[in-house]
């Protein structure tokens, strides 16, 4: 198992919905799920099909 390899894509995958927060509709917006709008991102060799209506920013201070 290569673990930095490994530590890089889980990193990617958490940065992941912190960017589509400021930029919800990144990536392709497939049309087959319609009437709801869903875009396909990669995530290095992943692929990530969030729906853009669900995307909500994060409410830091319930957090701690």
């Known amino acids: 198992m290569n673990k930095p390899a490994a530590a890089r894509v889980v990193q990617a995958l958490t940065k992941a919905p912190t960017i589509l927060v400021t930029n919800p509709r990144l990536g392709e917006q497939l049309f087959e799920f319609e009437p709801r709008e869903v875009r396909r991102i990669l995530v ?21």
Request: charged letters at 30%; a positive charge; glycine letters at 0%.
């Open 44 to 64: 290095d060799h992943y692929e990530h099909r969030p729906p853009t209506t669900t995307v909500r920013p994060v409410n830091r201070s319930r957090l701690q």
